[in-house]
């Protein structure tokens, strides 16, 4: 009687393999392939919050490192005060001056400033580009502020005024403000809600209509 260490192995047929449980890996031959084992599929590791997942979250992991981003978190609010005065520019012109050397350009402009409550300001300056030319115009107007008196949003009586080539008549009226181009930006500055204006001189120089309306509103006076 045979042990079972001296029993004969025989290599199982492709049949066999292929009927039930398949056995055990085939044997390699000398032409045979060496099988292929599957490889295991790794699985991604779960996205952190200190890294983020999307592009939001790495900003966000940045922000908490105490990075440029965290200190703008950190920063604390501007608040933004409005101006005591509001301003506007009615006339930007380019003047020339000739000297021995050449000619020398600079820029005169002409800005108009008030509250809205009463209070209104022309300044005149010339500069060597527009950004400074304005910011004497306005420190220039600060310091020529008229007191205009306003009754019911309109003014109290019938005023003209000349300056140079231009004539103003300025009449209380209700409905809105019925007058153009510098007459109704110094009305409008100085708080003025309702005015009739009219122009009788033959000039269209806006430096020459917003000074007769500053001369027709000093007229006003508050009567006895």
Do not use: C, H, W
């Given at each position: 009687m045979d042990t079972p260490d001296n029993k004969p192995t025989t290599p199982a047929t492709p049949q066999q393999a292929s009927g039930g449980e398949r056995s055990a890996q085939p044997q390699q031959g000398a032409g045979t392939p060496a099988p292929i084992e599957p490889t295991p599929t790794a699985v991604p590791p779960a996205p952190s919050q200190d890294r983020g997942g999307t592009r939001g979250g790495?900003?966000?992991?940045?922000?908490?490192?105490?990075?440029?981003?965290?200190?703008?978190g950190n920063r604390p609010q501007r608040k933004?005060?409005?101006?005591?005065?509001?301003?506007?520019?009615?006339?930007?012109?380019?003047?020339?001056r000739v000297t021995k050397g050449g000619k020398r350009f600079s820029f005169r402009t002409t800005v108009v400033i008030g509250d809205g409550k009463g209070k209104v300001g022309i300044g005149i300056?010339?500069?060597?580009?527009?950004?400074?030319?304005?910011?004497k115009a306005t420190n220039q107007a600060r310091k020529?502020?008229?007191?205009?008196?306003?009754?019911?949003?309109?003014?109290?009586?019938?005023?003209?005024?000349?300056?140079?080539?231009?004539r103003v008549i300025l009449k209380p009226s209700k409905g809105g403000i019925k007058a153009g181009g510098p007459v109704r930006?110094?009305?409008?500055?100085?708080?003025?809600?309702?005015?009739?204006?009219?122009?009788?001189?033959?000039?269209n120089n806006k430096l020459?209509?917003?000074?007769a309306t500053i001369e027709a509103l000093q007229q006003l006076r508050a009567k006895k």
């Open positions: 790495r900003q966000q992991g940045r922000r908490g490192q105490g990075g440029r981003g965290g200190q703008r933004f005060e409005k101006p005591e005065f509001d301003s506007q520019a009615i006339d930007i012109a380019r003047v020339t300056a010339k500069g060597k580009d527009v950004a400074q030319s304005i910011q020529n502020m008229l007191v205009v008196l306003i009754k019911d949003g309109t003014i109290p009586y019938q005023v003209e005024a000349k300056y140079s080539s231009a930006v110094v009305a409008r500055m100085a708080g003025i809600k309702s005015l009739t204006g009219k122009l009788t001189g033959r000039t020459n209509i917003a000074m």
